[in-house]
């Protein structure tokens, strides 16, 4: 699937709930709605079904890369039976997963059945103290067995670190090596609570993490379908990788779009640009559902304009969009 600018758009984002099962200030602060709730007042989440039949419209256009996101996925008890029943399309060639890892030790083991190809487990900070006072919950444990359990599973793992200015990137990819998963750093991008944190550039954060761990070389491996940028470092076994939305701009080789939970294809964070697709999901047939999503496709914006922020028409929180 094409977009008007040539792009090949093949990797869809679908949020499955904007519920989660943490308060992270930077995605969720206290006076929003959403923790442990399924938004009252708004449109019911998309159903198994609707899903299912988008993932049809949508891999028959070229997309064949999905990732489930939130919110928190996994609060979510159809989860891994999603996962199951996308990867079963005809067509589809990875299903992953994002996800807090507050329930993966749970889960790992049965989404790993199911058919899922990776996890990427957001992990902002591994000091104990620090992690309660941002996500509001001492769980810091349960995520660490987590991605233990993943890994002990068979599933590929990554670390997903936001830059933000508070960040401390030298014991998260200390942790990462003893774990011997990759990490990212990514840029806090200016969307919702995060305005407030956005943090320095990774340039600066790459200097950093030569300092202290040596010589870095670029590695051109690919690990994933999004926009990481890899290096790996002497003193390190495990490749680092970086998302620099803000100070690396990467739109002319962007590939995705974003689904949120209750049926808007979103096709830049940056704005609110996009189409809902209920009605289509409910009252029409898949031959017309492709046509209503390639349509959106072909005029999705050349590019993001987070560096000017007074120009961007999003102001969801994050949790509302999907990760």
Not at 76 to 96: F, H, N
Not at 176 to 205: C, D, H, T
């Amino acid at each position: 699937m094409k977009d008007q600018y040539g792009r090949t758009i093949d990797y869809l984002r679908i949020s499955i709930t904007d519920a989660c099962n943490l308060r992270c200030r930077y995605c969720m602060p206290e006076s929003s709605s959403g923790c442990g709730m399924e938004g009252a007042g708004k449109e019911p989440l998309l159903s198994v079904e609707e899903i299912l039949k988008l993932v049809h419209a949508a891999t028959s256009l070229g997309i064949t890369h999905y990732r489930i996101t939130g919110g928190e996925p996994l609060v979510r008890k159809e989860c891994v039976e999603l996962v199951q029943k996308m990867k079963a399309v005809p067509g589809v060639s990875s299903v992953g997963i994002t996800t807090n890892g507050v329930r993966l030790a749970e889960c790992a083991e049965k989404l790993k059945q199911a058919g899922c190809d990776s996890v990427n487990v957001s992990l902002d900070t591994v000091d104990t103290a620090e992690f309660a006072a941002l996500t509001g919950r001492d769980a810091l444990e349960q995520v660490k067995n987590g991605i233990c359990a993943a890994k002990e599973a068979g599933l590929f793992v990554k670390l997903n670190a936001v830059h933000r200015k508070e960040l401390h990137a030298l014991e998260l990819a200390a942790f990462a090596e003893q774990m011997k998963v990759p990490v990212r750093f990514i840029e806090m991008m200016p969307v919702g609570a995060g305005k407030s944190y956005v943090g320095p550039s990774n340039e600066v954060l790459k200097k950093e993490l030569e300092q202290w761990y040596g010589a870095r070389t670029p590695d051109l491996s690919r690990k994933g379908n999004g926009p990481a940028i890899y290096e790996t470092y002497e003193k390190l076994s495990i490749p680092v990788g970086f998302i620099s939305a803000i100070h690396g701009k990467f739109c002319r080789n962007c590939n995705r779009v974003r689904l949120t939970s209750r049926g808007f294809l979103k096709l830049c964070l940056c704005y609110e640009n996009g189409v809902d697709l209920r009605e289509v999901l409910q009252n029409e047939t898949v031959e017309k559902l492709e046509k209503v999503i390639a349509q959106a496709i072909w005029n999705k914006p050349m590019e993001h304009c987070f560096e000017r922020p007074k120009d961007m028409t999003e102001h969801h929180l994050m949790s509302g969009i999907g990760g």
